[in-house]
């Protein structure tokens, strides 16, 4: 069972996680600093220092955190959604697609600072990026063996760059904006 202390620890920390991404997001994990992050947060910056050994930390465990829930929640698609190969792979579109519209100012950091991490993290972030895209591969390669793997691959990222355009999309408002993605996602999966 979980104390009322704990739950507001792991809130003040993901309170500190997601301005870290926003702040990161907009002018870079050197522009920020520790003081910032306790402004934004509402305390003082070395309060961060209560969560995080640091603000490489805090980077860190953006990058790698955010690794891990994709491929643990595609994972447990493939583990419990039954149906045949289009359902899953509808699945695994909506699940992305749901985390990409989310979680913009993530999927920014991840362009921007994925080499700012030190070498072993970053390391464990394209293992666990790999390990994702393989299972959607999979799945893509039961509906269109005919494609070889090489062509593939360059489809995967050609779709996760879709799909994560999100976070660079400027254009506000978009009532479609979910529909036209997975629509687009599908056509280059499927093939149009």
Known sequence: MTTARAQGKARTRQRFLDAAAHLFADRGFHAVSIGELGTAVGVSGPALYRHFASKDAMLEEILLGTSEFLLRGGQEILATTPGSDRELLDALIDFHLTFALTHRDVIRVQDRELGTLP??????????????????????????????????????????????STAHNTVAGSANERRILTEAARQVLLGA
């Open 119 to 164: 070498a072993a993290a970053n390391r464990q972030v394209r293992k666990l990026q790999r390990q994702y895209l393989t299972l959607w591969s999979e799945v893509v390669a039961r509906l269109r063996p005919e494609v070889a793997p090489a062509d593939r691959q360059v489809t995967m990222h050609a779709v996760f760059g879709l799909l994560n």
